[in-house]
């Protein structure tokens, strides 16, 4: 029995130290040079490696930073040893070391070569390595850089258009066109070279041609160009031009008479001397002649009312100088403005909004019109506004508050049963970007208004205005709400000229210049006497361009 007992007890003792302490990890064979004499230990796992793409296409010469991530949760990262290795290179062997000294994961490796790279990175923690490829292609490299010539040049100076051209290897192709030129100036042919002699020869008006040259160049598959401009004046005295106005108004079927004169270098003129022309540059009526096109007198007689503009070109055969006439026909009836807009062009907080001061310049200026729209009164209620000149202000437009520029665009059509506008005051895009709407959808917006406009008269003039600033005194504005009312500012700018068309005009007006919204609100949002008064300035302005 005692003999029993020993050998149980022997047998517990040998299972005791045989036994390993409990883990969640796999084993793994200890090393060879291991002395552990407690049994087998648990295996560590490799480094993990992750890697950012490198964007492509690279070029020669470019240092490339190369980002990779490596991570293990059982051994610090200062224990876990780095190397980097060459793959694959299009250099021939031995021209290019196949490791690379750098030990960490994050470097910058400069190509000598265009092709197809792919680099390693090794980690190895001392029990598990773990490797990974970062490839990637290079390109040829190609850098043009043209300096435009002093200026001003004269009309038959020989000039250098010359460019510098930077590359990694090899000759690019390079072929140079005339971006910008003289009205009627033929195709130049220049030499395909990086610098060309170039002389003007065209005859250019007294303010100057401007010319832009561009060079491009390709190399494989890798393309650039640069740029480079100057003008072209001519130094004989061109002939004078005085016209009694350089603006007229008129109604429709009413002639409209222009008198000028013209002298050559400060004498008068004998008959031959000077070629007068003059051309039509804008009109609404299609069929519009001028009587007497080739005299310094001539006449039109419009038939259609709107915004035309002459042309007078005086040539001496060396020089020549052109003038502008304007001429602003209207109807025998009143215009119908529509007032378009959200809070401002409303008027809220006893506020009369910018429509009286403008209701009164245009008083002032005898022009015939009317205020048109919905609604006729402010918010909450109408504030006094005294008569003036023995006429009752006019108080309808179509201002809502808090309105954002998608409501509008998708209620227009509806209001426009009720009246058809032959000018609209377009003031919208405050809200909406107080109210988180994105730039790109609020200038949509805008341009599905200006379309309805259009469906509801082909020739309504559109005053699209970039709308004032606001203040962040105001709590209404958050971060990034005077930074996007800046970018939409600038975007409706460029919708102006994109949707200007010849019987629709889309003026645009820069109502946020010269207004401060510090000093020219209320509440840090709405105009006050004085912020209204500077909106109706740029409405007259822009309303008599039309």
């Known amino acids: 029995m005692a003999r029993n007992i020993l050998c149980l007890l022997g047998l517990l003792l040998i299972m005791a ?18 002395t552990d004499t407690k049994g087998e230990t648990d295996s560590i796992p490799a480094p993990k490696i992750a890697c950012d793409p490198i964007p492509e296409p690279t070029t020669i010469g470019s240092a490339i930073p190369i980002h990779c991530q490596v991570s293990d949760d059982n051994t610090p990262s200062e224990n876990i040893a780095l190397s980097w290795h ?20 994050t470097i910058t490796f400069t190509p000598k070569a265009a092709g197809y790279y792919a680099l390693e990175l090794t980690a190895d923690n001392g029990t598990a390595k773990n490797a990974i490829e970062v490839d990637f292609s290079v390109q040829e490299s190609l850098q043009i850089d043209c300096q435009s010539p002093a200026e001003p040049v004269e009309v038959g100076q020989t000039i250098p258009l010359h460019c510098e051209i930077h590359t990694s290897n090899g000759t690019p192709e390079l072929h140079w066109t005339l971006l910008e030129g003289p009205e009627g100036l033929e195709a130049v042919n220049l030499p395909q070279k990086a610098s060309v002699d170039f002389t003007p020869t065209k005859n250019p008006a007294s303010k100057g041609d401007r010319y832009q040259f561009q060079l491009s160049g390709t190399l494989g598959e890798v393309s650039a160009s640069d740029t480079l401009a100057f003008t072209v004046v001519n130094t004989n005295q061109p002939p004078q031009i005085h016209c009694d106005s350089t603006g007229y108004s008129a109604l429709v079927n009413q002639t409209v008479k ?26 609404p009526d299609r069929n519009l002649s001028i009587t007497a ?96 000149q023995g006429k009752t202000f006019d108080p309808d437009h ?20 009720g009246y058809t506008p032959d000018i609209v005051l377009l003031h919208l895009g405050t809200n909406d ?30 005053l699209l205005a970039s709308p004032i600033g606001y203040s962040d005194h105001n709590y209404a504005v958050g971060p990034g709400d005077i930074d996007r009312l800046e970018t939409l500012q600038a975007r409706i700018h460029t919708l102006a000229t994109e949707m200007d068309t010849f019987n629709s005009p889309v003026v645009w007006v820069n109502q946020a210049s010269g207004f401060d919204p510090d000093r020219d609100t209320a509440d840090g949002i709405h105009p006050n006497a004085a912020g209204e008064e500077k909106m109706a300035q740029k409405w007259f302005d822009a309303i008599m361009t039309l």
């Open 86 to 105: 060459i793959k694959n290179s299009p250099l021939p062997k031995n021209t290019e070391p196949g490791d690379l000294s750098e030990t960490t994961a």
């Open 258 to 283: 222009i008198t000028c004169e013209v002298d050559d270098d400060g004498k008068p003129l004998l008959p031959g001397d000077v070629t007068l022309q003059w051309d039509i540059r804008l009109s």
């Open 398 to 417: 179509q201002g809502q508050s808090g309105i954002r520029a998608d409501t509008v665009a998708a209620n227009l059509p509806g209001w426009l049963t």
């Open 293 to 388: 096109p080739k005299t310094a007198a001539p006449q039109i007689t419009p038939q259609v009312p709107g915004r035309y503009t002459l042309e007078l070109t005086a040539d001496d055969g060396e020089a020549r100088s052109n003038i502008l006439i304007d001429i602003q026909v209207e109807s025998p009836t009143a215009k119908k403005i529509l007032p378009l807009g959200d809070s401002i062009t409303h008027g809220v907080g006893g506020l009369k909004s910018f429509r009286y001061d403008l209701w009164k310049k245009l008083i002032d200026a005898n022009y015939s019109f009317d205020f048109i729209g919905n609604k006729n009164t402010n918010d909450p209620v109408n504030p006094v506004f005294p008569d003036y």
């Open 433 to 462: 970007m107080l109210q988180d709407k994105s730039v790109n959808s609020t200038i949509e917006a805008l341009r599905q208004i200006i379309t309805s406009l259009r469906e509801d008269n082909a020739s309504v003039s559109i």
């Open 17 to 34: 130290g045989c036994s390993s302490p409990s883990s969640s990890q796999t084993t793994a064979e200890t090393p060879a040079d291991s």
